[in-house]
């Protein structure tokens, strides 16, 4: 049969341009960061619960995405986020057939809370994030891992620490919660956990997730170095023999590379590249996910003396 899970793609908002929604940057007052992201990710082995395996039936399966992005400065402190993907499934065998189609909005709110040392070397700041997410259109998440996504409503909360060193050097450590609302299939019933509901509603589990990120900023070149883990707070194990299912528990560690670059004969356009590995799951894939995109800035007003 048919198995694995796909990554929640909820997850991809992480990945997506500087000045994102886990980083400890900010776009400046009145400048407006947009542009487009592709992203490609792939796997052929995957987790079976702890089991790590393969499945003939489905080949390798990849899923491509093109994401909008925007990022407007409110203010020196806030920041207004605002991504929407559109997304392609597909495997290289068998006879199941990907999806595609406009996944979620996710708009999100990033405030900075605190700043120490802002006139040194050496300076601490602290972020609150706040970030909502729904679906654009009317996928189903009940045929994976060709759906391109879960059809949950999503609200997150997460806080960011961020630790800069002679203006080059960074550590950033993040961590959010996120509260789903519950699913609705296009079918009666359903069997999961070892039971069988008599309903088309599914319960689904909330989502702690943490990143470290450990860069360098100079010259207008971005290089980061990061770990990020995510456990699903709740969920049954894929069953043998069965395919995946849309509350599974889906747990993952992955490490990645980024590197951005704000071109010098035009330093209101930047490159960005990214790279990352699934080192460790349960009920996902084995993925690899690689990330390219353009971005380019507005300065939509003009900075002045003070904020």
Request: net charge positive; hydrophobic share 35%; aromatic share 14%.
């Amino acid at each position: 049969m048919y198995r694995f899970l796909l990554i929640l793609f909820f997850v991809l908002p992480a990945l997506v341009p500087a000045q994102n929604l886990t980083d400890g940057l900010m776009m400046s007052k009145g400048d407006f960061c947009t542009g487009f992201v592709y992203t490609y990710d792939t796997w052929r082995s995957y987790w079976e619960g702890t089991l790590n395996r393969q499945n003939g039936n489905i080949g390798r399966v990849s899923t491509q995405a093109i994401t909008y992005m925007g990022n407007y400065g409110i203010s020196a402190k806030a920041n207004l986020i605002a991504m929407v993907p559109y997304v392609a499934t597909k495997a290289s065998a068998g006879t199941m057939r990907g999806l595609e189609g406009v996944q979620d909005l996710t708009l999100g709110l990033k405030y900075r809370l605190l700043r120490k040392g802002e006139d040194k070397v050496r300076y601490f700041t602290l972020f609150g994030v706040g970030i909502v997410s729904t679906p654009l259109s009317n996928y189903t998440p009940d045929y994976l891992p060709f759906s391109i996504g879960l059809q949950s409503t999503n609200v997150s909360g997460r806080l960011t620490a961020n630790y800069t060193h002679y203006h080059k050097y960074y550590v950033n450590v993040s961590g959010g919660y996120t509260w789903r609302s519950n699913v609705t299939l296009d079918r009666p019933s359903y069997f999961t956990d070892g039971r069988i509901f008599y309903t088309d509603e599914v319960w689904m589990p909330n989502v702690f997730d943490y990143n470290i990120e450990l860069g360098r900023i100079k010259n207008g070149l971005q290089v980061t170095l990061s770990y990020q883990q995510q456990n699903t707070l709740g969920g049954a194990d894929i069953r043998q023999q069965d395919m995946p299912f849309v509350s599974n528990r889906m747990n993952f560690g992955r490490v990645g590379a980024l590197v951005m670059y704000y071109l010098p004969f035009h330093r209101q356009l930047a490159v960005r590249a990214m790279v990352n590995q699934t080192v460790s799951g349960r009920n996902v894939g084995e993925s690899t996910t690689l990330l390219g995109g353009l971005l380019y800035t507005f300065h939509i007003i003009k900075p002045t003396s003070s904020n």
